[in-house]
């Protein structure tokens, strides 16, 4: 299973960078590094913090192809 993400484009849209972005959801720069590239699967809170820190859904963010 792998998971694709729009967070990268959801960020920068709003013209966060991805140390902004990880202080306001409370987790590191590199969190945020490897969740853009696909390397780790958030958890349901971490997900739903970043969500709603760029206004949008977790669905909206990530999926997973089988």
Same mark, same amino acid.
């Given at each position: 299973m792998t998971l694709r993400t729009t967070l990268k484009?959801?960020? /920068? !849209?709003?013209g966060l960078t991805q140390e902004q972005l990880a202080k306001a959801v409370g987790v590191r720069r590199e969190t945020m @590094?490897? !969740?853009e590239?696909? %390397?780790?699967?958030?958890? !349901? %809170?971490?997900?739903m913090d @970043?969500?709603?820190?760029?206004?949008? /859904? @977790?669905?909206e963010l990530f999926t997973f192809d089988d």
């Amino acid at each position: 299973m792998t998971l694709r993400t729009t967070l990268k484009e959801h960020r /920068t !849209l709003l013209g966060l960078t991805q140390e902004q972005l990880a202080k306001a959801v409370g987790v590191r720069r590199e969190t945020m @590094v490897f !969740l853009e590239a696909g %390397k780790y699967n958030p958890s !349901l %809170k971490l997900a739903m913090d @970043v969500a709603r820190q760029l206004g949008c /859904t @977790v669905e909206e963010l990530f999926t997973f192809d089988d």
